[in-house]
């Protein structure tokens, strides 16, 4: 009897470990929604969404955060510009032309310079790359949106490599023997039957690799260079939301308009990350369909 | 069984690899070179790193027959096939040694361009391996890497090798969908299709009913026997029964070593080694 209860509690425990995700998630859906609503009883969603001109702390405040999605917008394209070509390069790479011996440092390697931690990142764009573009292009400030989305850039870049490898890896030998056998030759084998049958694998790995970009906080605070303006050239510094909300956070009133404004920012930022991870698991989940591999 | 194969029989024995055991022409020795073999093997040995898996095969392939290759699992009946088509080239670490012929003409030889030689030699795997395209891309992803045909001239051909491939009738309105939509058997044959629009000479089949169901398997055989009249045909299998019904000759390997090559019927019926016989009997393998 006592045994018998001893397996259900330690049934309880694990079913309650395992929902303790959901319960995260639901309880940060709902601190956010909140948290945001005040704002829209002072501004309108639209002019929040639209409005070009965020002075929250200005006499009166304005709340508007076209500059901010503007600015994570940019900076997550030109990272993607990056980190697309490089990461998808790399993985065809390491799966196609590396040998064992080059496989076996280059990938150990890849995976250390995903974890390597944001802010050293940050810290070698501010220190080596921003002084860098300063002086080559003559910039009065060499923190820009070039700046954050080449070290955004490379920062997904192992994120992307590694997940498309990955996909790259999941394509049944069968495949390429079938094509070998064909009189195909590697480059056919390749661009005709493999980076196909991985498509939608590297699409998740190019989405993953986007909200990696997108989310990144404390990179865009050091490189970023903070003005929020819409910005007219990629030498423009700007404030994407991540850091707004990272910069404001500490200075905002606890239920001020501006506490409120900021909640609303990160719900938007969650909606777009969200989406993009939506996303990529319909995509690989229809690809594991298309392969004919079950979950 | 077809009718032919009691007029066949005598002939079958006579091609036999050399040093190997097999059973005495009826029509004496000249009639061996009458018919040049499609495909000889000369002193294999073949090596997956220090690991002998072939040792010293000879052996030819007589044309617009159909040869079985039988013995237990892991005695290199696909090591050997795949070198027919230098499959194994794509595995690391292998060597070879020996010299294989296709008429006449060493494909080992570092001349030999191993795109044209796989398109002369097409293959079947055991498991079905169609690609996650179209019905017809599958059909026609031989003829597009070579680029040369119009696409008038590819659905022609597409559609003629799914009806050798007694695949037409089933897929003719769906060629738009996905290959792996397809059942096992339906699945097996678009790959012979695949491997019939290139136009091959001979085609090597490596167990191609191992994982196929009864009905899928019977029409399988059934169209490797239609085919025989153009293509010099090799099977794999460790299904006997398979062997027997539609070989013409039929080779037996063990633990990589040709054993015995004769006529199907000769080596069911007769066999000359004792190992040959314990396999057949099922008293071993
Ligand atoms: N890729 C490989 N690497 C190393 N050894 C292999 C490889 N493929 C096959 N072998 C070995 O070669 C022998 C023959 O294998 P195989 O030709 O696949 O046999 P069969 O097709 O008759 O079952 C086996 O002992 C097997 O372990
Ligand atoms: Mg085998």
Redesign the interface.
């Known amino acids: 009897m006592i045994k018998r209860n001893k397996e259900k509690g330690i049934e309880w425990l694990f079913t309650a470990l395992a929902f303790s995700s959901l319960v995260f998630l639901t309880g940060i859906v709902i601190v956010l929604v909140k948290e945001a609503l005040p704002i829209f009883s002072t501004v309108s969603l639209p002019a929040f969404l639209g409005g070009e001109s965020w002075y929250p702390t200005a006499e009166p405040p304005e709340f508007g955060i076209f500059p901010l999605i503007m600015a994570s917008f940019w900076v997550s394209a030109g990272a993607m510009l990056i980190c697309v070509p490089l990461g998808v390069g790399s993985a065809l790479y390491l799966h196609e032309l590396a040998g064992?011996r080059q496989r076996a440092v280059l990938k150990p390697v890849i995976e250390v310079l995903a974890s390597v931690p944001s802010i050293i990142y940050g810290f070698f764009g501010m220190v080596i790359l921003a002084p860098f573009l300063q002086d080559r292009f003559n910039l009065p400030i060499g923190l820009c949106v070039l700046s954050t989305s080449i070290v955004l850039g490379v920062m997904a870049t192992p994120t992307v490599a590694s997940i498309a490898e990955d996909a790259l890896g999941y394509v049944?030998r069968?495949?390429?023997?079938?094509?070998?056998?064909?009189?195909?030759?590697r480059w056919?084998t390749l661009t005709?039957?493999i980076i196909?049958?991985a498509g939608s694998g590297i699409s998740t790995a190019v989405i993953l690799g986007m909200s990696r970009a997108i989310g990144e906080t404390m990179t865009v605070l050091m490189v970023a260079g903070g003005a929020a303006v819409v910005p007219s050239s990629i030498f423009d510094p700007v404030r994407p939301m991540t850091a707004a909300i990272a910069a404001e956070m500490g200075e905002a009133p606890v239920g001020s308009d501006h506490y409120h404004a900021l909640f609303a920012v990160a719900l938007a930022l969650f909606i777009v990350t969200f989406a993009f991870n939506i996303i990529a698991e319909l995509i690989s989940r229809r690809y594991r369909l298309?392969?004919?591999l079950s979950r | 069984m077809h009718s032919a194969s009691k007029e066949r029989g005598a002939a079958d024995f006579l091609l036999s690899g050399n040093g190997v055991k097999s059973a005495p022409g009826l029509f004496g020795e000249a009639e061996n070179s009458c018919i040049e073999p499609k495909i000889s093997a000369r002193g294999v040995n073949f090596y997956y790193g220090p690991k002998r898996a072939l040792k010293d095969i000879n052996m030819d392939f007589s044309p617009r027959l159909i040869t079985a290759i039988i013995g237990p699992s892991g005695c290199g009946k696909s090591t050997f096939i795949r070198l027919l088509?230098r499959?194994n080239e794509?595995v690391?670490g292998t060597r070879l040694e020996g010299e294989i012929l296709l008429d006449g003409l060493d494909i080992v030889a570092p001349v030999c361009d191993v795109?044209?030689?796989?398109?002369r030699v097409?293959?079947v795997?055991q498991?079905p391996?169609?690609?996650?395209?179209s019905i017809f891309e599958n059909v026609a992803?031989?003829l597009?890497?070579?680029g040369s045909l119009a696409r008038r001239a590819i659905e022609e051909k597409v559609e003629d090798s799914l009806k050798k491939a007694a695949l037409w009738d089933e897929v003719k309105d769906r060629l738009r969908e996905?290959a792996?939509g397809l059942s096992g058997g339906q699945q097996q044959r678009l790959?012979i299709a695949?491997?019939l629009a290139?136009e091959p000479e001979v085609i090597l089949f490596d167990e191609p009913c191992a994982s196929l169901d009864p009905i899928s398997t019977a029409k399988i055989e059934e169209l490797i026997l239609t085919l025989k009249k153009t293509y010099t045909i090799v099977i794999v299998t460790h299904n006997m029964q398979q062997a027997a019904r539609v070989s013409d000759r039929t080779a037996f390997f063990l633990m990589g070593e040709l054993i015995e090559y004769g006529g199907t019927g000769m080596i069911f019926k007769a066999p000359h080694d004792r190992r040959t016989e314990d396999y057949i009997t099922g008293r071993f393998g």
């Open positions: 064992e049944p069968s495949f390429r023997e079938a094509s070998f056998a064909l009189g195909a030759n056919e005709r039957v196909p049958a298309k392969l004919g | 088509n499959m794509l690391p795109a044209e030689l796989r398109k097409g293959m795997f498991k391996n169609p690609f996650p395209k992803y031989g597009e890497i070579n996905s792996l790959c695949r491997c290139v």
